[in-house]
């Protein structure tokens, strides 16, 4: 959770990396766990020869060599692996260094950083031309269609969703644009969606000024739900005395992925118990 905290503080932007079609046998690195699954996804992770600490999902993801930590990564071992392919989730200072020491080998470096979530089937279908696996990436990306399309949203008007991040200290999401996407879709809007930061640290006078309708979780777990519950609603916040305090699976909601598709699943139906509740 610190990772995904300092990894949206950094960000300055949200791009798409542009995939084109490549070696037939490629020798992968991927730089985030978000990568790592959109390769199984593509059809390719068995091509993966490195990847980041994070990276267990899927489970044989966990087999896989490590190169760093998400944030921090060791040039020599990623060179020492012979990489056709590098892919990381965002640019920084640590990947634009990484990406000068392997433009001389002609290795490129790309980034897997969706902005919607009908991005997501997109950036499985590039890598699945890139890396030869073009009838698997089809089936994936054909499927999360299909499922983002059967997302159900709560009845209007939209109501106003809180997702907690980090409880000590409080931080939640702000500027994006990839979980505000999701909200939309679901029938909710982020009260901090405006923020200057993705991952702003708030106050609890802040949450409370703005009385949200919903209360979604992350990290989730029936113990972290219940405790929270009965914080939030020490303090006077409506939307945990009334129910209407959800949890959600972290790794679903911050890897911008294919699961993050369940997460959107997962929201929705929760968006719409909230407005049935009296």
């Given at each position: 959770?610190?990772?995904?905290i300092l990894?949206?503080a950094?960000?300055?932007?949200?791009?798409i990396g542009?995939?084109?079609?490549?070696?037939?046998?490629?020798?992968?690195?991927?730089?985030?766990?978000?990568?790592?699954?959109?390769?199984?996804a593509?059809?390719?992770?068995?091509d993966i020869v490195?990847?980041?600490?994070?990276?267990?999902?899927?489970?044989?993801?966990?087999?896989?060599?490590?190169v760093?930590d998400?944030?921090?990564?060791?040039?020599?071992?990623?060179l020492?692996?012979?990489p056709?392919?590098?892919?990381?989730?965002?640019?920084?200072?640590?990947?634009?260094?990484?990406?000068?020491r392997?433009?001389?080998?002609?290795?490129?470096?790309?980034?897997?950083?969706?902005?919607?979530?009908?991005?997501i089937?997109?950036?499985?279908?590039d890598?699945?031309?890139?890396?030869g696996?073009?009838?698997?990436?089809e089936d994936?990306?054909?499927?999360?269609?299909?499922?983002?399309?059967?997302?159900?949203?709560?009845?209007?008007?939209p109501?106003?969703?809180?997702?907690?991040?980090?409880a000590?200290?409080?931080?939640?999401?702000?500027?994006?644009?990839l979980?505000n996407?999701?909200?939309a879709?679901?029938?909710?809007?982020?009260?901090?969606?405006?923020?200057?930061?993705?991952?702003?640290?708030?106050?609890?006078e802040?949450?409370?000024?703005?009385n949200?309708?919903?209360?979604?979780?992350?990290?989730?777990?029936?113990?972290?739900?219940?405790?929270?519950?009965?914080?939030?609603?020490?303090?006077?916040?409506?939307?945990?005395?009334?129910?209407?305090?959800?949890?959600?699976?972290?790794d679903?909601?911050?890897?911008?992925?294919?699961?993050?598709?369940?997460?959107?699943e997962?929201?929705?139906?929760?968006?719409?118990?909230?407005?049935?509740?009296?």
């Amino acid at each position: 959770m610190r990772r995904r905290i300092l990894g949206l503080a950094a960000a300055t932007c949200l791009c798409i990396g542009t995939v084109h079609a490549t070696e037939a046998s490629p020798r992968i690195i991927t730089l985030a766990p978000n990568a790592t699954e959109l390769v199984y996804a593509a059809g390719a992770g068995a091509d993966i020869v490195g990847t980041v600490l994070s990276s267990d999902y899927p489970p044989e993801a966990r087999t896989i060599p490590r190169v760093g930590d998400g944030i921090q990564f060791s040039e020599e071992s990623i060179l020492a692996l012979r990489p056709t392919l590098v892919i990381g989730w965002q640019p920084s200072d640590v990947t634009r260094s990484l990406a000068q020491r392997l433009a001389p080998l002609g290795v490129p470096l790309i980034y897997t950083n969706p902005k919607s979530l009908d991005d997501i089937p997109q950036l499985i279908r590039d890598l699945g031309a890139r890396l030869g696996t073009q009838r698997t990436a089809e089936d994936t990306a054909r499927d999360l269609e299909r499922r983002i399309r059967a997302l159900r949203p709560a009845p209007p008007p939209p109501q106003t969703v809180f997702i907690e991040i980090s409880a000590d200290p409080l931080y939640t999401l702000g500027r994006d644009p990839l979980t505000n996407d999701l909200l939309a879709r679901c029938g909710g809007v982020n009260p901090y969606a405006d923020s200057t930061i993705p991952a702003p640290q708030i106050s609890v006078e802040s949450v409370l000024h703005l009385n949200p309708q919903v209360l979604i979780l992350s990290p989730s777990g029936h113990d972290t739900l219940a405790a929270r519950r009965a914080w939030w609603a020490q303090h006077g916040l409506a939307a945990a005395r009334t129910g209407r305090i959800y949890a959600i699976d972290p790794d679903q909601l911050h890897r911008p992925g294919p699961r993050l598709v369940a997460a959107a699943e997962t929201i929705c139906a929760d968006l719409r118990d909230s407005r049935a509740r009296p």
